[in-house]
């Protein structure tokens, strides 16, 4: 029991070097001030998601299924009946869909990290309808709101991240600077 906070408070002896690093102790100081404006931007992030989530629902619910097996493409499979009708194909879902929210949420952070997005996209915009084979660029227009997405939060509530960080350092290396004016005379 007691050894072990010894053993936390020897771990945490490195913490001391802060106080003696004016660099670290400022980038220790521009975090910790970062942390409120930080959890507003975070609150900012998760309405946008929620919003982008329901709507993504609303519009691909049970659309990214597809035909899988070893000859689709001379089948010429048009829906689901047509798919399971030779017993060596598979009606399958996407990996990444928006049958929930939780799915859509989830889309959605990979398509908000910009890895494999694309795939995402063009699963949405060749969804044709529920038990309906996809079709390559089927609805272009549901390309706005992938697009819409990616700018929104992707660029735009990033660069928020970005700017209050930024901000903060130069607050707190101003305070720094006067500290060490004052410190001086």
Avoid at 53 to 71: A, R, T
Wanted: with cysteine.
């Amino acid at each position: 029991g007691m050894l072990r906070v010894f053993r936390l408070v020897r771990a945490l002896r490195p913490l001391r070097v802060i106080n003696r690093a004016p660099g670290l102790k400022l980038v220790v100081q521009t975090l910790l001030s970062s942390l409120k404006p930080i959890g507003n931007i975070v609150l900012i992030c998760c309405t946008f998601f929620i919003i982008f989530g329901i709507l993504g629902v609303q519009l691909f619910k049970g659309l990214f299924f597809y035909c899988d097996g070893p000859d689709i493409a001379n089948q010429n499979i048009t829906d689901r009946i047509e798919c399971l009708s030779h017993e060596e194909n598979r009606w399958i879902n996407q990996k990444y869909n928006f049958d929930n929210l939780g799915q859509a949420l989830m889309s959605l952070f990979v398509l908000s990290s910009k890895d494999g997005w694309v795939d995402i996209m063009y699963h949405g915009l060749d969804a044709v309808g529920i038990d309906k084979q996809p079709k390559q660029n089927f609805n272009e227009w549901r390309l706005l709101y992938f697009i819409s997405f990616l700018l929104l939060v992707g660029f735009f509530v990033l660069n928020m991240f970005v700017g209050v960080v930024v901000e903060n350092f130069h607050r707190c290396r101003a305070e720094q600077e006067k500290e060490e004016r004052a410190a001086r005379a």
